[in-house]
């Protein structure tokens, strides 16, 4: 299937662009968060980050299908 995927923070700085559309088997943000990872060798866990699918939160084991749009958002420091 085909996922749009969108990039913030430091995941942006890692991928060195904004967003992405690429095919994949994966079934959950979870093992695509894996699939990125190994790719482009993301330091922070999955349990550290929020998923979003088409505009919403979504847990990280919700299915995903043909045509989602997923932002993986990582932790941010403010202050």
């Known amino acids: 299937m085909k996922i749009h995927i969108l990039y913030f923070a430091q995941l942006r700085e890692l991928v060195g662009k904004d967003c992405e559309t690429r095919e994949t088997s994966a079934s959950i943000p979870s093992a695509l968060y894996q699939e990125l990872a190994a790719q482009y060798h993301f330091h922070l866990h999955s349990n550290d980050l ?9 847990p990280m084991d919700r299915p995903l299908q043909d045509g989602d749009e997923i932002a993986f958002i990582p932790p941010v420091a403010g202050g």
Not at 50 to 58: D, G, L, T
């Open 50 to 58: 929020r998923a979003a699918v088409n505009n919403e939160f979504v």
